[in-house]
């Protein structure tokens, strides 16, 4: 992706001096010396940027990498760049700015970040790595109560683990915020995973011929 590119509208259509000046301070060193990484234009501002530059780009190249990877079966390789990715988010998207218009992206690259996990999740699960998933999973849950597909993963980590005990007690708690916050009871298929912990089904052995 070429310089310029990047165009990442943060201030009010009308913003001051004082944010073009506050922007250029904390870009000052991201672009080669004689040029500038952030120049006014048409009212806003234009972040010109290598996509390895910017973490939002790079998190998707990590992502895209991943898929492919993912795709030919190299999942140990999709596994790692998922969680590099990953290690490039740090706290909530846009936090401290105070802005409407960009709570609907904010939400959209949230959605991202739950995507990758989800995936991360997945690859781990298909190469047996269930306890791994099982330690770090629940805090994402804990995080997105909400989120069936982070859910029912959870339950199958769990449950894969040998904690079948905890696997059970995250879809009673799934039921619970669901039926209070949304009214409705778990999906289908949660309440058909929660069957098949409970008769410990065969169906569920992972391919380290453990339970999952």
Known sequence: MPRGTACLPLLPARPSRRWYGVLRKAFRGVSPPGTESIISVN???????EPDEVDL???RELAARAHRQRDQGALLDAAANFQSALALWRGQPFEGIQSAALEAEAHQLQMERVAILVDKAGAELTVGRSGETAAWLPACVADDPLNEDLRFLEMLALYRAGRRSDALRSYRDAHQVMTKELGLEPAQRLQELHQRILTNDPVLDGPDGRPC
Do not use: I, Q, S
């Open 43 to 49: 009212g806003g501002y234009l972040l010109r940027a």
């Open 57 to 59: 780009l790079h998190t």
